[in-house]
C-alpha cells in the first residue's frame, strides 16, 4: 500500500478469488486500485466515480479524467484490468476476454461497501473503458459475433500493444467447444444496480453489443468522441450506444480529435481531454449530486 501525499493515490492490489490469475491459474485474480479522496473538504459522504481505462492502458495514467472529478468533489477510484494494463503486463485473455472488466468494477465496488458506505456511484471510461462503463449499465455483447471474431470469421482491428493476441489466445484456449461455452458470458448482464450514471469517452465494441440491451438502459448515459478517431470510430462503435440507448445524450469532442488525443504525450489537440474531463466532471455532478 502506497500513498504520497493529496495528489497522489492510494494504491493497493485486491484479489478476487472468484476469479483466476491469468498468469497462475493457482492464484485469485488480482486488481490494482487507485484511489483518490476529493480535493477539497466533502459536506459528506462524497459520490464514488470508477474509472476504467483503455485497452493496453492504466489507471495510473488516467490524470486527464481524475483531476477534474476529484476537483468536483468526488472520490475516484481507477483500476488495472488484469491481464490488459502495461503495468501488471498483457495476457490474451485480458484484450479478448472483454466481459471480465465490468465483474472488476463490481468486485471492486463489493470491496469498498465493506468498508465504509459507497453513496451514489458513477462509472467514466475511455476506449475499451466506455464499454466496460456500458456493460455496468446493461450493454451485453452478442457471443455469437464475438465467437466469430475470436475464429477469425470477423477480421479483428490490429492491436499495437499485443500485435498476434488471437494466436497467442488460441495457444492456452483452444478453439473447441469448451472455448466456445466461454464466450457465453459475454452475453450475461453484467449490470451493476449500483451505478446511476455512466460516462462513455471514445467507447469501443459498439459493433458487438446488441441493441436490445442497450434499449433497455436506463440510467443516465453520457457520450464523447472524436470526430478523426479511426481507433474506434463514431459510425462502427459510437453511434450504436448513442442510437439505441434512450438515455444517451453527447456530442462530438471535435471534427479534428483523434483517438490518441485522449492519452498521447503530445497529442494533436492538446485541448480535447482537458475539455471531456471537464464535461464529465459535469455529467456526474448533475446525475450523482
Known sequence: MTTSGPEQPLIRVLHDASRSDLKDPARPRPV????????????????????????????????????????????VVALDHHGNDFVGGYEPEGFLHVWERPRDVSFVLDALAAEE???PVGVAGFSLGGYTAAALAGARLDPRLLWAVLTGAVPLPDIP???GVLEALRAKHPLDEESRAGTQAAGADLSD??????????????????????????????????GAD??????????????????????????????DDFFAPEPADPHARVRVGAEAAGFFRQHLG
Do not use: C, K, Q
Open 193 to 226: 444496480p449500483r451505478v446511476r450514471a455512466v460516462f462513455l469517452v471514445a467507447p469501443g465494441l459498439g459493433a458487438l453489443v446488441t441493441p436490445e440491451s442497450l434499449a433497455a438502459v436506463r440510467v443516465p448515459v453520457g457520450l464523447r468522441w472524436g
Open 117 to 119: 458506505p459507497l453513496g
Open 32 to 75: 490494482r486500485v487507485y484511489r483518490w479522496e476529493p480535493a477539497g473538504p466533502p459536506a459528506g459522504p462524497a459520490p464514488l466515480v470508477v474509472v476504467s481505462h483503455g485497452t493496453g492502458g492504466s489507471g495510473s495514467a488516467m490524470g486527464w479524467l481524475v483531476r477534474p472529478l476529484r476537483e468536483a468533489g468526488f472520490r
Open 230 to 259: 479511426t481507433v474506434n470510430p463514431y459510425e462502427v462503435d459510437t453511434r450504436p450506444y448513442r442510437e439505441h440507448i434512450p438515455t444517451a445524450s453527447g456530442h462530438s469532442a471535435g471534427p479534428d480529435v483523434r483517438h
Open 161 to 163: 500493444e499485443f500485435p
